[in-house]
């Protein structure tokens, strides 16, 4: 396909953002420079949704599993509802609505040296704000964030969040990417939920579960079409996921020979299946960089890592 950020130029990469945008934008007729602008509120809505839905049905397999509050009443069922609402909620937010802590330490004093080449008035000022507010920079909380890493060495690593991605309406892959990625998510936790009840030994495949691995086979497909980068980490967790469904099978009671295949069969159809389901893709698919090597570049410190997730 075209490139649409370089004009005259072709999109030998991941690409596959664009084509599920552009297939609900092409049949409406809607002008591009119209379409982008719903295009990019629509991605934030689903990528809140799924967060709020990833965490709401954790909170209710988690609350399910125990034996706090049963009763034949519906006040315990409505407790249980509401703090998985509020939990949803609240993991929505955190994705997002909310930025890097550092920007709230920012305005703190002892946040910043005092700096001499400012002027006279602000030599004495010690929160970061303030001093870039002396400079001038008015925009200094919108990128500032955004460079965490090795911001002192100035060498402009950038690390964006969400909150800061649809701000910017920087429709590239690490955004289109982020609804599916949720969708991954839920479609574990549908795994996990759906998982054989307790008292039943044998590893059940029942079309639920089958439907579940090959719908996350899909969607992790088309993660690699999206954001080639997301591909491994999330067949890694789909993997997983799996495993810890083995782990408690053989908590109850099964074999392990036969949990072990069952974990190799659903694995196996993780990683076949969304290579396959993709495999056009595949066949054309080119970069300009292949291999592996050790990063000689300026390296992320712990402190560096907890500035950008310590909310977290």
Not at 43 to 58: D, E, K, P, R
Request: charged fraction near 15%; aromatic fraction near 12%; glycine fraction near 8%.
């Amino acid at each position: 396909p075209y490139d649409p950020w370089f004009a005259g130029g072709f999109l030998n990469y991941y690409y596959f953002g664009f084509v599920i945008v552009g297939t609900l934008v092409h049949p409406t007729g809607i002008a591009p420079a119209t379409a982008y602008n719903l295009a990019v509120p629509t991605l934030f809505a689903l990528t809140a949704l799924g967060a709020w839905c990833v965490a709401f049905n954790l909170v209710a397999i988690a609350k399910s599993a125990t034996t706090e509050e049963k009763s034949d009443t519906p006040e315990p069922f409505l407790r249980r509802e509401r703090r998985a609402i509020a939990t949803g909620l609240a993991a929505a937010a955190f994705v997002v609505l909310l930025g890097p802590i550092t920007q709230a330490l920012w305005f703190l004093p002892g946040s910043a040296k005092a700096d001499p080449t400012l002027p006279a008035d602000c030599q004495q000022l010690t929160t970061y704000a303030s001093q870039q507010a002396c400079r001038g920079r008015s925009e200094w909380a919108f990128w500032d964030a955004t460079r965490l890493v090795g911001m002192s060495q100035q060498d402009s690593t950038i690390n964006e969040f969400p909150f800061f991605t649809f701000l910017f309406a920087d429709m590239h892959a690490h955004m289109m990417s982020l609804p599916l990625a949720l969708l991954a998510l839920g479609l574990m936790v549908a795994l996990i939920k759906g998982a054989t009840p307790p008292g039943e030994r044998r590893w059940r495949f029942d079309g639920a579960h089958v439907l579940a691995i090959a719908l996350l086979a899909l969607v992790i497909g088309a993660l690699r079409a999206t954001n080639t980068w997301d591909f491994p980490a999330y067949l890694a967790l789909g993997m997983l996921t799996l495993g810890l469904l083995a782990w408690r099978r053989l908590q109850l009671g099964a074999s392990m020979p036969h949990t072990a295949l069952a974990w190799l069969g659903g694995a196996l159809a993780l990683l076949v299946g969304s290579s396959m389901l993709f495999l056009p893709f595949l066949r054309s698919f080119a970069t300009d960089y292949a291999g592996f090597e050790l990063w000689r570049g300026t390296r992320t410190s712990a402190a560096d890592i907890l500035r950008i997730n310590g909310l977290w």
